[in-house]
């Protein structure tokens, strides 16, 4: 009896593992998208800055 609810708290423990470990993936991805976003933004208008004063941008 005592085994069936030692695997019972195992397999808790497992699953809240993992979810921590998803939950911790998922914001690690969307700060990094965010980073790629901002950079990829600053990168473009650095390139256009020059021609904003000549009218073709």
Do not use: N, P
């Not at 470990?21 to 969307?30: D, E, G, N, Y």
């Not at 950079?39 to 650095?46: H, L, M, N, T, V």
């Amino acid at each position: 009896m005592s085994t069936q609810l030692e695997r019972k708290k195992a397999h808790k423990r497992s699953i809240t593992i993992i979810s921590i470990l998803l939950s911790i993936a998922a914001i690690a991805s969307t700060v990094a998208l965010w980073f790629y976003k901002v950079s990829s933004k600053r990168a473009y208008e650095d390139k256009w800055k020059d021609y904003d004063d000549c009218g073709v941008a």
